[in-house]
């Protein structure tokens, strides 16, 4: 496996500034010599000029969060990753490669989910290279690499759980976001190491029924919302009923028996529990015939 090593590599300025004043003086000394016929020098001063010039083939710009990737003869040599200008072998091959972050959104993909149900789903991705090696010799294209593994860890991750959690303490795609973020992550990160390759973060970006099933799914949703609430709001009235008849005996402002009893605790039942407002009736007489 290739990892990144630093390419050998000089400061660039001074190679250059070098290189100038040597082909100002291979002209100068080749003038010179062919004006005092000497053959000879002269050739000499045109070698120095080419050896010179291909010199400056060397010289390699390398921009802020950008490596440029030096192979020799088809072997790599390292990286260059600071920036500025270098100069390095003039017969070594340079590939850019930038460092910088980066993101990526799936497209919608519709799969199945733990139970069962045809959901559509998609996310977004944010990576950034950080072995250039790798990324560069590792895979064919490493950008593409990236895209298909995070629609691959998706569909898996959707596969895996379930829209709704049906049990407490599981974990769902809808109501556990950043658990599901953090296994998404983790499960994009497994698929992309030997591309060199670091996800920061990956967030499920839209999460929906499949159109054929959602108005059924919306109507079970709000069927379980109601029933919740109802659930809730008949804890509520018992306590209350609860409540209200402790204090009345404990207080002792008026003796029940146990169907009069019965008969406040369904009254009190209506009312606390019912959708409209219950008219009162004033009870003018006696409590008994």
């Known amino acids: 496996m290739i990892r990144e090593s630093s390419a050998s590599k000089l400061p660039g300025v001074g190679v250059l500034v070098l290189s100038v004043v040597l082909m100002l003086g291979s002209v100068a000394w080749f003038i010179v010599s062919a004006r005092a016929h000497q ?45 500025g200008l270098w100069w390095v072998n003039p017969f ?41 090696a790798e990324a560069m010799f590792q895979v064919d294209n490493y950008q593409q690499f990236v895209n298909v593994q995070s629609e691959s860890a998706l569909r898996n991750l959707a596969t895996s759980h379930p829209y709704d959690a049906h049990q407490e303490g599981q974990l769902s795609l809808r ?62 009235a018992v306590s209350m009923v609860e409540m209200a008849l402790d204090e009345l005996s404990k207080k002792e402002i008026v003796h029940l028996d146990e169907e009069r009893k019965a008969a406040m605790v369904s009254n009190m039942l209506v009312v606390l529990c019912s959708e409209q407002n219950t008219q009162p009736v004033i009870n003018t007489g006696t409590l008994y015939h």
Not at 50 to 64: D, R
Not at 204 to 230: C, F, N, T, W
Request: proline share 3%; charged share 20%; hydrophobic share 50%.
């Open 92 to 132: 070594t091959g340079r590939r850019r490669l930038s460092m910088r972050v980066r993101n990526f959104e799936s497209s919608k993909l519709k799969v199945n989910d733990y139970d069962g149900n045809p959901i559509e789903i998609a996310a977004v991705v944010v990576w950034q290279v950080v072995d250039s």
């Open 39 to 83: 053959p000879a020098t002269a050739i000499a001063a045109m070698l120095l000029l080419v050896i010179t010039a291909l010199s400056l083939a060397g010289l390699v710009v390398v921009n802020p969060n950008e490596a440029s990737v030096v192979t020799l003869f088809g072997r790599y040599t390292g990286s260059i990753r600071d920036a």
């Open 175 to 236: 109501q556990t976001s950043q658990a599901i973020a953090d296994a998404l992550r983790g499960e994009i990160q497994s698929r992309l190491e030997k591309a060199g390759v670091q996800v920061l973060e990956a967030r499920i970006s839209h999460l929906a029924y499949a159109p054929e099933i959602a108005s059924a799914m919306l109507r079970r949703q709000q069927a379980s919302a109601v029933i919740a609430a109802r659930s809730m709001i008949v804890q509520g």
